[in-house]
């Protein structure tokens, strides 16, 4: 296996706009995350996926954000009407799972290499 | 809420010892993370360490936590052109599973 991927890389767009970047985790992992990353800044969890369930969401994430992982493999994050403010770097995590307690097992978090949007 | 914090900056020569710092504020921390981010690109694990543990060393890498003072360091030993990055520290908090990241600090290693 060769890791997180994500597609696009780079993906430029005017705003109102929809878009949909799509993530690839490792293949034996369930567990799968969405962060933004803005410049200067570190990540920002925004939404996480245990199978095909989404367990938690951020607030940042606003209505116009939708995250799904149908199968419980590959996901996919939408935006709609973009503004400028969405330009970032959206970051795909993925993790192990094993179910175990939380707090008694690392479950480390694996990145992919982003998709960098740009919104004019 | 959780909090972490770095220094935004650092800048050493090749061959020396570079120490970068994170202060947390969660003590339910469990888990703390080092990644390292090249331009343009993810973010790559180096290391991470347990809330029980004092210190841990990685080859190049050792990582030292101050669980009392809620401070952490990683120390690159001889370190290269190519660890030019920003590294970023990140917790996870007991009974989550998502992260928090620090802003990053950016290591220039100058030949």
């Known amino acids: 296996d060769t890791g997180v991927s994500q597609n696009p890389r780079h993906k430029i767009t005017k705003r109102g706009q929809n878009v949909t970047f799509r993530c690839d985790p490792i293949s034996e992992h369930n567990r799968l995350y969405w962060y933004r990353q803005t410049l200067g800044q570190g990540p920002e969890f925004l939404t996480y996926f245990q199978n095909e369930a989404q367990l938690e969401k951020s607030r940042l994430l606003s209505d116009r954000f939708s995250a799904e992982r149908p199968k419980g493999s590959f996901s996919t994050l939408e935006i709609q009407r973009t503004e400028q403010g969405d330009s970032a770097m959206y970051l795909c995590?993925?993790?192990?799972?094993?179910?175990?307690?939380?707090?008694?097992?690392?479950?480390?978090?694996?990145f992919g290499p982003g998709t960098r949007l740009t919104v004019l | 809420g959780e909090d972490v914090e770095q220094s935004l900056f650092l800048s050493v020569r090749e061959g020396d010892s570079s120490v970068i710092n994170c202060t947390y504020t969660?003590?339910?921390?469990?888990?703390l993370y080092w990644y390292k981010q090249e331009p343009g690109a993810g973010l790559q694990l180096l290391t991470y360490?347990?809330?029980?543990?004092d210190m841990k060393q990685d080859q190049r890498l050792t990582v030292l936590l101050n669980k009392k003072d809620k401070h952490l360091s990683l120390r690159i030993a001889d370190t290269q052109t190519g660890d030019s990055a920003i590294y970023f520290c990140a917790e996870k908090e007991s009974g989550y599973s998502t992260l928090t990241f620090g802003k990053g600090t950016m290591l220039l290693v100058s030949p």
């Open positions: 969660d003590s339910s921390s469990t888990y």
């Open positions: 995590a993925s993790s192990l799972g094993l179910g175990l307690a939380q707090s008694t097992f690392t479950d480390t978090q694996y």
């Open positions: 360490i347990f809330s029980n543990m």
